[in-house]
């Protein structure tokens, strides 16, 4: 028998009018994995995330979660989530949010104590909701998430709109919970985010899964920099540059040349010394271009 | 995990007591509703219906003016009330609470049930303050018609409570009560609460008796006025709720579908 996966996606499209927010996705996550869901706006983390709490209805393909359909796992309290905003009722207090989510889940008093103390927000917990602070309210939908107890944790760029230290204190009870061996699944802009806290990362760009390994890969993706220069004939150098040790790609775009490579300091030294390059820059590779080299990758592979 | 959860459905699809309770603590801390509900009706009573002349005038059926009025502000109270019940889910909605409800075992039925629930709660207790009010303040009812008004009052409410809902899911304001505000007091007006309806002009009588606070009134007021036909009142009521519950489900079914 095989083992029961926590999440399967099985060529997951979903489509809103003319958009293809997500375009044949499948995935499988096992049970006490941590996966971040890793890409830039628009990429498609959000609806993904959406039909696997059954908020909505993939247009084709199929979503299991815990081998059941969505809408059950949630009403089983098999899944919750931590969403990307709103989702909060001003007039509530902090306690008594997380009590009625207690009620709705059959759940008992004790819990809600326990909870809030594991959220953080025990101190709180009389404060109304309109007059928490963006972390505060993040907290206290982290304690809602965590009420049922779920095997699966979803997090929708949970971070968005925290401080530094706002940031390292959600990820410390975030990581500090995950020990207890629950499977996590949190979309992310930030590399940073999913290499520091992820066991595993899928990259996620225009609907479409790019790449999906380990964050020690995805750290070697982004160590790449990227050297770009003026250089009059570039195409005549492509190929030489493109031989050079730790070299991922060149793009020639007329009279500009950009190497994507490991170790930029000996491109850079080959185009000042032996080129006529001139006006030369190196650039630390963002997500966006970490992207780009991952697709070329592919497409040259 | 380590731990083995016991992992079953809330009965009733989530509908409890529980919910109930939290709910009503929430609306009773929301002073605007308060004010509007609860206070409104007896504060209009006492500046429009509680003058000498109304106390003294009496009605042929027993009980004085002021009482007629009275009944009226019940009513006007008890529409209020489940109005503004059911218009909670505008607010809901816009802050994304519906949504967060979702990734809950709460049925949207149950869900549905909670919020008529709690409107008539809130439109039981509005009728009874006017009640009280009025009796300590010079409005005289036969003693049958106290209850039998108040109870006619508030049953009757549920239209509103449908009517709200509906509104509730069809405006997507924060601010859904200023714009129902001014419509209730137009329905009111059309519905006879303020001024008898034959006052303001045989066309516009004519009109208003196809509006939905007119048949809820002639229904509350009948056990003091035994006046008008019980029967065409009723079916305007039944009528009106039937289209305000239509117009909540179908608004409802595609926010529920949209996402
Ligand atoms: N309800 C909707 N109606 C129409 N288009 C939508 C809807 N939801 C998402 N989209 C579109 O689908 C695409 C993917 O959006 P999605 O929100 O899933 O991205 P995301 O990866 O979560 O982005 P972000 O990082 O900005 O949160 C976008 O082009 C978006 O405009
Ligand atoms: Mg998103």
Redesign the interface.
Known sequence: MTERMAVELDGVVKRFGAVTAVDGVSLAIRPGEVVALLGPNGAGKTSTV?MV????EPSQGSVRVYGRAPREA?????V??V?Q????????TVG?TV???A????RPRERVEAVLERAGIADIRDRLVGKCSGGQQQRLRFA?ALL??P?LLILDEPTTGMDVSGRHDFWSAIREDAR???TVIFATHYLEEADAYADRVVFVRRGRVVADGTAAEVKALASGRTVRATLPGAVEQEAALRAMAGVDSVEVRGDSVLVHAKDTDEVARYLLTRTAARDLEIVARNLEQAFIALTSDEVTA | MTTVVERSLPRWGGFSLGMIGLELRRMVRNRRTVVFTVVMPPVFYLLFGSSASYRSERLDGGGNVAGYVLVSMAVYGAMLATTSGGAMVSVERAAGWSRQLRLTPLLPGAYIAVKLVLAMIVGAVSVLVALVVGAFTGAELPAAAWVECGLLAWVCALVFAAFGLFMGYLLPSENVLQILGPVLAVLSFAGGLFVPVDQLGSTFARIAAFTPVYGVGQIARYPLTHEGNLWLAALSVVVWTAVFSVGAMWRFRRDTARV
């Open positions: 959406d709490l059954g908020l909505s949630v009403a089983l309290g098999l919750s989530a969403m905003s709103g989702g909060l009722l001003k007039d509530y008594e009590r009625l989510t009620v709705l889940f059959g809602m049922p107890d095997e207890s061996g629950r």
